[in-house]
């Protein structure tokens, strides 16, 4: 079985921990998707394949559709969007693995007096004020320096990501539109608690991940 997420932003791993009981695996974008969302004329043919592989498939018929028309958003419209894609498959069975190895992570390099740079990772959605969507993989690589501690965790991390493509660049419709840089992008978004942002970390305290990756423990969400 196989949730596929046809919205924006959904493919952040707050959201299919949560879900981690409700299938096999996620297809999903961690930034915004196409205007005309899946191209089902090619994704239904996908739902036929090996259901060993189906997720997979269904990720790559989605991605290599628009992948195929990508031109940097020329001529761009709903009719024909040349604005990019950014499209991963999470398995269910290695969000637990995931979760322990984070822990693992940020007990080891975080605390309450700990500053996090976010200009220094991918995120997904640089052209709004405030951005909540920010690349997994490179927030624990900074974390890290992307040492020891980080190959391991990257192992785990490849186990859950099973497949990830995108555009060189996607288009985001925040501040008027524009084409953002893919660059550094690893297929899974994570929020990552701001002072200023009270109410937005109270709402992500709310989600099982709070305490299975251990922010519980850092003291930042306060």
């Given at each position: 079985d196989f949730i596929l997420f046809d919205a924006c932003f959904m493919q952040s791993v707050e959201v299919i921990y949560e879900l981690r009981?409700?299938?096999?695996?996620?297809?999903?974008?961690?930034?915004?998707?196409?205007g005309p969302g899946a191209p089902y004329q090619n994704t239904v043919k996908a739902l036929f394949a090996d259901k060993s592989t189906v997720a997979v498939d269904v990720a790559r018929s989605y991605y290599e559709y628009y992948a195929s028309n990508y031109d940097e958003r020329k001529d761009n419209s709903n009719n024909n969007w040349t604005g990019g894609v950014s499209i991963s498959v999470v398995r269910s069975e290695g969000l637990e693995p995931l979760a322990e190895a984070t822990n693992s992570i940020f007990t080891r390099y975080l605390n309450s007096q700990t500053t996090i740079d976010v200009s220094e990772i991918m995120c997904y959605d640089p052209l709004r004020s405030p951005s909540y969507y920010y690349d997994m993989d490179g927030f624990i690589g900074l974390l890290t320096e992307s040492n020891a501690d980080y190959t391991t965790w990257q192992k785990v991390y490849q186990n859950a990501v099973s497949y990830f493509k995108t555009t060189e660049k996607n288009y985001s419709a925040y501040s008027g539109g524009g084409m953002i840089s893919m660059e550094g992008a690893e297929g899974l978004s994570i929020y990552i608690p701001k002072k200023n942002l009270t109410s937005t970390n109270t709402f992500y305290r709310s989600y099982a991940w709070y305490t299975a990756a251990g922010w519980d423990k850092t003291g930042l969400f306060q």
């Open positions: 009981d409700c299938s096999d695996s996620f297809i999903g974008s961690s930034t915004e998707i196409p």
